[in-house]
């Protein structure tokens, strides 16, 4: 069975500009949640998104948003880029109900100049 | 307000030393407390899923046991290869699949 899978890899952005991350989740899997890893703060929940609605939401600033689509496939926009926001972004995936267990992807590394 | 915490923070072992990581938390309902390992640079990998006090689980070197306060990794005889950092996280109360990750612990096993 495939794993969840992040594109792009790596990502070096500018400040002021705005990125789309993708994240493909495991078949069969219809929850989405999309975290911020960095070395001070660890790993912090920013959004989950389940059948294509947004079910729960983290303290990001509205510079943070997301999507599902039908297929599951998932997108994070992160608009008017800031130095701060260079970290490690991950997405897990799950069947969505209560206790299930996240499988992780391998991130996607975004670097602010 | 729903906390999750891991001790040491740092931890270097000689190979087959054997030890235990910490997860304490604080939360309202636990639905379920998970480990995962990370390595440098890449995404948390699943170990464990576990979901009532006194609850164990096991995999090669690695056991995982729940209380109704905390969660202790033991990691027996460890290699070389099993330096990584230990995450612990918790989903809590109603909110289907918000999970709360702990700080991580650092583990570094010495050959």
């Known amino acids: 069975k495939a794993g969840v899978t992040q594109t792009p890899r790596y990502l070096i952005k500018t400040r002021g500009q705005q990125v789309t991350l993708s994240c493909s989740p495991i078949?069969?899997?219809?929850?989405v949640s999309w975290y911020q890893q960095t070395p001070g703060q660890g790993l912090q929940f920013l959004f989950e998104?389940?059948?294509?609605?947004?079910?729960n939401k983290g303290n990001f600033p509205g510079r943070f948003s997301g999507r599902q689509f039908s297929n599951s496939r998932s997108e994070m926009n992160v608009s008017t880029l800031e130095l701060g926001d260079s970290a490690l972004y991950l997405c897990?995936?799950?069947?969505?109900?209560?206790?299930?267990?996240?499988?992780f992807g391998p991130g996607t590394r975004l670097l602010v100049l | 307000e729903d906390q999750v915490t891991q001790s040491p923070e740092a931890l270097r072992l000689q190979e087959g030393e054997s030890s235990s990581l910490n997860c304490s938390y604080t939360?309202?309902?636990?639905?379920?407390l998970f480990w995962y390992r990370q390595d440098p640079g890449k995404g948390p990998e699943f170990l464990f899923t576990?979901?009532?006090a006194g609850e164990e689980k096991e995999k090669e070197r690695l056991k995982a046991t729940l209380t109704k306060k905390e969660s202790f990794l033991h990691i027996t005889a460890p290699k070389p290869e099993d330096s990584a950092t230990y995450l612990c996280?918790?989903?809590?109360?109603?909110?289907?699949?918000?999970?709360?990750f702990g700080p991580g612990t650092s583990l570094s096993v010495i050959p």
């Open positions: 897990a995936s799950s069947r969505g109900q209560e206790g299930e267990t996240q499988y």
């Open positions: 996280a918790v989903q809590a109360g109603t909110s289907y699949d918000k999970v709360i």
């Open positions: 078949s069969g899997h219809r929850s």
């Open positions: 998104y389940f059948s294509e609605t947004q079910r």
């Open positions: 939360v309202s309902g636990l639905r379920g």
């Open positions: 576990l979901y009532s």
